[in-house]
DNA sequence: GTGCAATCTTGCCAGTGGCACGTTAGTCTT
DNA sequence: AAGACTAACGTGCCACTGGCAAGATTGCAC
């Protein structure tokens, strides 16, 4: 009616769109902040669009942490590729933590998405394997995983909601340098 | 009106059960869908009379942040005080996380209450002294601190949103014990 | 007792998520 | 090329929410 005549009526490319603008939403206001009128707004749909498209709300967060593990696993299969590195594996995790902060916060709030959606499960359970091996590994390397996973993801964790000592805060990824300096993993 | 004859107009004790009822209510459907109403009609009052404790929003779950990171201090001086054990703080620290779930999730989602508030700062900062430190503490100690907390954090973390193997998922103290015995603090 | 401040309620408003239903446009069949 | 089908979007509506303004009730100081 009082749509734009110059927007066609099909997007063509909304969902992408959608989660973009669900991903800089989140930047300004936070997972919980977020509303899908104020996305579907950023797209210049109405916000039945973004319903369609994705279910519900949770539907649309299920998709930004899907988005999420898929970028996060792309980054640690990229620092083991070249560093050959566990340290650096998990300095990656905390870089992706600092410079993805929407996925992140999203990615580890399953009350705020569908914890069965299997395309979730499947990018969370293609990181993990990667962080802590698959079902197959023995007992002691897959605790050591557990503690690596642990000290990096606290630390990043800390970090994003301002409880590191002012003195550590400023550059991330030199603490955890420091911080996974304590770990000991003799089977790795 | 058509209020309850029986019950007084003034509460008497609103601020602590509704403190009571948001905590009940954050265990069943997480800070984010917590509602308002849904704590004050728990109470048996009405949602305005919630505002007025707690300013909005914000300011209830923050005033839930505090008491968390009140009880979560007492919980690891106890530790401390019993076990003379750096490792049994750590374990104290998963245990509160584990039993004490809805102040937990709230105490570490800084954009959900006024993170200004001086109460809010004066108790985070009384926990934060008994994990890395004061600020006079040399950098070592610091650093020891940080990785420590990172780890039992991120442990801690990592359970209560499903992202453990499911071989280490059962017993999270258990799990605290391993996985903190990985950890090297020569200064400690 | 009387004034006063603290405590709680009622009424209202804009914003939100989700549903039912209508509209548009691309695609496929013949 | 005409029509049928369906995916993609919009409109209208509902209950619910947080917050504000204004009023009602009560305890308490004096």
């Known amino acids: 009616m009082t749509r734009d ?5 099909h997007h063509g490319d909304l969902r ?10 989140i930047a300004e206001v936070g997972p919980a902040g977020m509303s899908m009128r104020e ?11 973004a319903t369609y498209h994705f279910g519900d709300k949770a539907g649309l967060l299920t998709a930004v942490a899907v988005e999420g593990y898929r ?8 620092a083991e590729q070249e560093h050959q590195s566990f340290l650096e594996v998990g300095v990656a995790y905390v870089r992706f933590a600092v410079t993805h902060r929407p996925h992140f916060d999203v990615m580890f709030q399953p009350a705020l998405h569908h914890a069965d959606d299997a395309e979730l499960q499947a990018a969370k359970a293609r990181t993990a394997a990667m962080l802590y091996g698959t079902a ?9 995983g557990v503690a690596a996973w642990s000290l990096v993801h606290g630390l990043a964790t800390l970090w994003l909601n301002g409880n590191l000592p002012p003195q550590l805060a400023g550059d991330p990824e030199a603490t955890a340098r ?4 304590h770990l000991r993993l003799p089977h790795r």
Chains 1, 2 share one sequence.
Do not use: Q
Not at 71 to 78: E, H, I, S, V
């Open 71 to 78: 970028l996060l696993g792309d980054a640690l299969a990229a």
């Open 178 to 181: 420091v911080v996974a300096s």
């Open 136 to 144: 197959e590994v023995d007992d002691r390397r897959r605790a050591e």
């Open 39 to 49: 996305v579907a707004r950023r797209a210049g749909v109405s916000h039945t669009a």
């Open 5 to 9: 005549r110059d927007r066609p009526y």
């Open 16 to 25: 992408p769109a959608l989660l973009r603008a669900a991903v800089d939403a």
